[in-house]
């Protein structure tokens, strides 16, 4: 019961309050690039949070087992980039064999996920935070991709209408969605202070 | 000597491109996790811009030296090492002499590394270039990131506090605006901001 | 053996560079790993200094601690602080805990008896600037110089300058002021308890 709530506290957290886009700023990148088309979005969505489940996992796990044991922190960044390379391209490979209209959908996604900031960051979090249980690692890095997901397609939802109403020419494109974001991140703010 | 003359107005070119005509934050939209998170005052924006000269100096050079050694298929991947390497020094280097920034910066100076500015430049001019261009395009852009950076921080750090390093510049009527050090003051800022930039080359074309 | 010929041939300057890199990497972390942990040492210690002035050096305990909090089971490493004269003059730990919007992180001293609270100070928070971030501004922090290393609560009226168990809360801050009492009343009755069964300090009695 404990450890369960103290998962649960984990993911609301990542999700709602500490949300990598809105608090954090992890993944503004894509952010800006994909999220003009609602379907487009969850897709883009769905591909980060299979990558970073999988990264935040093989890097704790990398990072415990191998790293710490044999003092080698120095080369953390860089096993922590490799891991996310790898993992992207392990999805690629798998996707294309087994699941190919699915890869297709994806398109351009995929190679693009490597550079994207949520990822590395949130694998940085977790060794920065001390997390020193596998299954809050997994449950954090499913949960941030969640919150990148739900960011994502929230903003999507708000553009597809946005394309409808009358915004200053110099604001059109990412101006008006970089301050849409903005109020967006001040809704979030209320979320702060709900987990004791 | 007309040669020399042209080559000459193309190192020229390449390094003014970065500060206004091809600014890596206002007109190409690259590296905004960055430039969102350390900007809340201008000491971490200033030291974040010289971790990102450094690093955009040493890949390119790096990059520029192999370029013809590169194998299409593993060239992402040798950038990614080679990005990865210098952040890690650049990274035990804030560590060693500004602790104090090091904190403070906490994951973004180790973010460098997927920052789309240096990945960008590596691919679009140092697998290209050979190494003097690469240099001068690095700088350009590394000091058009860092002035565009100190810019944005300067004005949240004004509003948020009322000082720029520790010297007060707001009379002390004025009531801080806390929220502009908080993400809502950075999006809104720099949106704001891209709308005026917008404004301003939209009247010179 | 083809294949191998084409690995290599694919892969060389992959390997090459690897091996350039790392050795760059240690070069760089050997010449500069004593400055970097000089630094966290110096860090920590300018800290507490500040909270227990006698003393001159710190000294990390042998015996491990471990506290339960909302966040799970931690090991928490305690540290002797001594005075010159080799005299143990405080006790001083690392706690944790959730704030506001995130978590909050501080250094919290004590008396050599573990009676007293000596003071606390702010490691890391993300607390709403103007408003939770108080719980850094010294009038909120001089209340627990001096407060009984036991139970604290909070109220919401109350003199500030009076040391007691009792602390005023921050207006506006409630959540975090809240957070900041609660993280020192888990963290300090839980080292407390195990110290004393492990024999480090005395009883109040003595």
């Not at chain 3, 995130?102 to 609270?117: Q, S």
Request: aromatic letters at 8%; charged letters at 15%; one cysteine or more.
């Amino acid at each position: 019961m404990d450890t369960l709530s103290i998962l649960l506290m984990g993911f609301i957290s990542i999700v709602v309050v500490n949300n990598l886009v809105f608090t954090k700023f992890l993944g503004i990148c894509p952010y800006l690039g994909v999220s003009g088309r609602i379907d487009m979005a969850f897709g883009m969505g769905l591909a980060v949070t299979f990558v970073v489940t999988l990264s935040g996992t093989l890097t704790w796990l990398i990072d415990h087992l191998l790293l710490i044991g044999t003092s080698l922190e120095v080369t953390r960044y860089i096993c922590f980039i490799l891991v996310i390379a790898g993992a992207v391209q392990l999805v690629e490979m798998y996707l294309r064999k087994f699941f190919p209209s699915l890869y297709e959908s994806f398109g351009i996604f995929l190679p693009l996920i490597t550079t994207n900031c949520a990822i590395l960051g949130l694998c940085l979090l977790i060794s920065l935070e001390g997390i020193n249980s596998l299954l809050e690692a997994v449950v954090l890095s499913f949960g941030a991709g969640i919150g990148f997901t739900m960011a994502i397609c929230i903003m999507a939802g708000i553009r597809e209408n946005l394309d409808l109403a009358d915004v200053p020419d110099c604001l059109k494109g990412a101006p008006i969605t970089l301050i849409t974001a903005g109020l967006l991140a001040m809704a979030f703010m209320g979320f702060a202070g709900m987990i004791r | 000597m007309t040669n020399s003359n042209a080559k000459t107005s193309r190192y020229g070119q390449t390094l003014l491109a970065g500060l206004w005509r091809e600014n890596p934050v206002f007109r190409l939209l690259l590296g905004m996790c960055p430039t969102l998170a350390v900007t809340a005052a201008v000491k971490p924006a200033l030291t974040m811009g010289c971790c990102v000269i450094f690093v955009l100096l040493c890949s390119n050079i790096i990059v520029s030296l192999m370029r013809n050694l590169l194998k299409p298929h593993l060239r992402i991947l040798m950038f990614t090492l080679t990005i990865a390497t210098f952040v890690t020094i650049a990274d035990l280097f804030l560590k060693a002499f500004v602790p104090r920034m090091s904190e403070m910066l906490g994951p973004y100076v180790p973010l460098i590394i997927v920052n789309c500015i240096i990945i960008c430049r590596a691919e679009a001019c140092a697998s290209k270039n050979p190494m003097l261009v690469s240099v001068i395009d690095a700088l350009s852009m590394g000091v058009g990131f860092t002035v565009t950076l100190c810019f944005l921080a300067g004005i949240r750090e004004l509003l948020s506090t009322g000082k720029i390093f520790e010297a007060q510049l707001m009379p002390d009527a004025f009531v801080p605006w806390a929220a502009m050090s908080m993400p809502v003051g950075a999006f809104i800022t720099l949106g704001l901001m891209l709308g005026l930039v917008n404004i301003v080359a939209g009247k010179k074309a | 053996m083809n294949k191998i010929k084409n690995f290599i041939q694919q892969s060389w300057l992959l390997i090459v560079a690897s091996f350039c890199f790392g050795l760059l990497i240690a070069v760089t972390n050997a010449a500069l790993s004593p400055r970097i942990r000089q630094n966290e040492i110096n860090k920590r210690n300018r800290l507490v200094s500040a909270l227990l002035p006698e003393a001159k050096d710190f000294i990390l305990l042998d015996e491990q601690i471990e506290i339960q909090s909302l966040q799970g089971k931690k090991n928490i490493e305690i540290y002797r602080a001594v005075s010159e004269a080799d005299e143990c003059v405080g006790w001083s730990f690392e706690a944790a805990g959730s704030g506001f919007a995130d978590k909050i992180r501080l250094v919290v001293a004590l008396d050599k008896n573990f009676e007293k609270i000596a003071g606390f100070d702010v490691l890391s928070s993300n607390e709403t600037p103007g408003f939770g971030d108080q719980i850094k501004y010294d009038y909120y922090r001089d209340q627990f110089k001096g407060a009984p290393a036991g139970e604290l609560k909070l109220v919401t009226i109350g003199e500030r300058d009076k040391i007691d168990s009792e602390i005023v809360v921050i207006s506006g801050a409630t959540i975090s002021s809240e957070a900041v009492v609660e993280i020192l009343n888990n963290s300090i009755t839980q080292v407390k308890e195990q110290m004393r069964k492990k024999g480090i300090i005395g009883n109040d009695k003595q």
